[in-house]
Each structure stands twice: as C-alpha cells, then as structure tokens.
C-alpha cells in the first residue's frame, strides 16, 4: 500500500516542478484527472517528461520539443511503462495540468484537482505495470482524500472535450475500476 505524508507519496521518486501555485480552497482535493504523455510524441523512456515538467526541456533535442519547450506544465504524478511511480507536485498545490477544463458544470479543475499522467499514447495499449501502479496510486488518494470518489476520477478528454483526447481509447476504464474496487477490497 502506497502511504501519503504531508501531500506526497513515499514510495514515489521526488522531482519537484516549479510549475505550480497554491490552490484557491487547499482542503477542496475532489477530482482525479487522468492524462497520457509521451515525449517525442509515441516514444517512451528518456528524461524528456521530466524535462518538461521541470522547464528544462532542451529544445534541440527534438524538432517537437522547439514547439513547446517554453511551456509551464506539470502534474502532480507520472506512471512510468514499467509502473515507476514519480511526483512533481505536492497535492496540496494546484499543478498545471488540466488547462481550460469542466468537471460537473465546474471550471478550473487544477483548481481541485490531482492529474496523474501515464506514459503513453491514446492509442498505445498501456502496460499492466501501470494499471497496478495507478490502481495503487488511486486508491492512497482516495484514502487520503476522501472527496475523491470513484465517480470523481475521469480523463482529460472528458473534462477538456474537443481539445484533448487522453488517456484515449487505449485506456481500459472497466479494467482500471475493476481492479481499483478488488484492490480496495483487498485492504478492508
């Protein structure tokens, strides 16, 4: 079981983003959004995402990477393929992840947010590593904070409709949920 102190989880590796701010209601923790990256676009490995997050992104490195290199995102967590588990941002803090978004006719979802990204594309099938982690992951969360229940977890495609499109249909809802309440039930 993955343990939270002080908004962070324990098990995770620390990379801290300055890519954040203070929450407008810190105590209004309500929603789990669910993205996917990949940096190049389709490939997996490398410091890249870290990069990003971080504002260290070298954009020689990659002809994608001169489009974005100034950009100031970041999420509060990564899912490595291999299930490596990395936080960026404290949860208590408002990461930049969600953009331009509604959840429940509510805007400003980093304003009450926690985004995990998966390493992935919308149409790479995920790996079984990441599910684990993020079932793991998913579950501290809920009990850490408890507005965030298994109706307030959704993907950005859902809360940014028309101008994202992850996690994408390569992520497998029923199988995460599934394994979310088996895991749950496991630790009652």
């Keep these: ?5 002080e908004h962070r989880v324990k098990q995770a590796q620390w990379c801290p983003s300055p890519n954040f701010n203070e ?4 105590d209004d923790i309500s929603l789990l959004v669910i ?10 490995g490398g410091p890249y995402i870290e990069d990003l ?29 291999d299930g490596q588990l ?11 992840h969600a953009g ?11 304003d009450y947010a926690i ?4 390493e992935g594309t919308d149409q790479s099938p995920y790996e079984c590593a990441q599910y684990r982690s993020l079932v793991a992951l998913t579950a501290a969360l809920q009990q850490h904070y408890p507005a965030i229940t298994d109706q307030r977890i959704t993907g950005h495609e859902h809360i940014a409709p028309g101008r994202k ?14 394994s979310l309440a088996a895991f749950k039930e496991t630790q009652t």
Aim: hydrophobic share 35%.
């Design 35 to 44: 993205h996917n990256i990949s940096l190049p676009p389709g490939q997996f």
């Design 165 to 178: 499109t992850d996690p994408g249909p390569a992520f497998q809802w029923q199988k995460y949920l599934q």
């Design 115 to 118: 985004g995990i990204e998966l």
């Design 53 to 81: 997050f971080c504002n260290r992104l070298d954009p020689d490195r990659d002809p994608y990477f001169r489009e974005i290199h100034q950009l100031t995102v970041s999420s509060h967590f990564l899912i490595r393929r």
């Design 86 to 96: 990395m936080q960026f941002v404290d949860c208590d803090k408002r990461a930049w």
């Design 23 to 26: 929450r407008p209601a810190p």
């Design 1 to 5: 079981m993955l343990t939270l102190s």
């Design 100 to 110: 331009v978004s509604t959840f429940e006719g509510r805007a400003n979802c980093n």
